[in-house]
């Protein structure tokens, strides 16, 4: 087969289900499309065609692609892999097919990229150069669960996902970070190491039971230094820090009615103050 294809010049070649574990020493130099379906393929080389377009080695155990990919390569398909990260992708590349690997992170994409299907993956997070164009299909990964619970409607039918969906196409930053510390999702807060608070302190964690106003918490129920051992912002004392617990939430039973009193004293009045102290 090979040595017809050499000697014909073929641009196609398709080994789909043959039983073969490693690519052949020498592929025709003028393919343009390679079809390495359901082989035992389990390491592609970096000896592929030059003039390569079309690329796919799905159902397969393959477990890496070198970083000798064809610079002309258009359409990649790597599914049903046992495909853990990829190299830097080609410049020219418009469609990847990455579904159903163990694939937790991204390359930085090449602006001509129109689709990704990566769903059924550990995709736990994006690059930060994601197009407003580009189509990304996501279900049944870590990430879709946070966008479900982040920006509830966003994904479309079959875990589509776009950036240009939203506001200003500027990606929040927990979509390109991760989960930060204890898994609370946004960015660090200083007083807090580790943990991270949705868009700052200031935008607080509602129903997390922190006590705005008697803690002299940031309006919002977001709390600093809501730590064993170090004082609530805004509380007069730092005695009352001993009632905080390691999850930042406050005892109030465990401050003296003193202590309290003259916090009170320094911190703006809030109707949950007074419920909570009567």
């Known amino acids: 087969m090979l040595k017809d294809c050499l000697e014909r010049g073929a641009t196609y070649l398709n080994l789909n289900c043959l039983n ?32 390569l377009q079309t690329l796919s080695v799905s159902n397969t155990p393959l477990e890496s692609i070198s970083a000798g990919l064809p610079q002309g ?44 299907h990566a769903s059924d993956t550990q995709l736990a997070r994006l690059p930060a150069n994601l197009s407003g164009t580009l189509k990304l299909y ?13 920006l509830p409607g966003i994904l479309l039918s079959g875990g589509l996902f776009s950036a240009g969906a939203l506001l200003g196409g500027v990606l929040p930053g927990w979509l390109t970070g991760g989960l930060h510390g204890d898994g609370i999702i946004g960015d660090p807060v200083p007083d807090l190491p580790g943990v991270g608070i949705i868009d700052g302190p200031a935008g607080g964690l509602p129903g997390n039971g922190i ?18 051992g170090e004082s609530p912002l805004g509380a007069a004392n730092a005695a009352m820090a001993g009632a905080i617990s390691d999850k930042g939430i406050l005892d109030l039973s465990k401050v003296p009615r003193s202590r309290l009193a003259s916090s009170e004293a320094t911190v703006p009045a809030h109707p949950d103050t007074e419920a909570l102290t009567s």
Do not use: C, F
């Not at 080609?90 to 163990?102: K, R």
């Open 138 to 150: 996501i279900a049944n990964t870590p990430l879709a669960s946070l966008i479900d619970k982040m």
């Open 73 to 116: 390569l258009q359409t990649l398909s790597a599914n049903r892999t046992n495909l853990t990260a990829l190299p830097e992708l080609p410049s020219t590349l418009t469609s990847l097919d990455v579904s159903n690997t163990m694939l937790t992170e991204l390359p930085t994409l090449p602006e001509g990229l129109a689709i990704i």
């Open 20 to 51: 073969i574990s490693s690519l052949p020493a020498s592929l025709p130099p003028t393919l343009t499309s390679l079809y390495l379906d359901n082989t035992h393929l389990a390491k592609l080389s970096d000896t592929l065609p030059e003039g």
């Open 211 to 228: 006590i705005e106003g008697a803690t002299g918490g940031v309006p919002g129920g977001a709390m600093v230094g809501a730590i064993a």
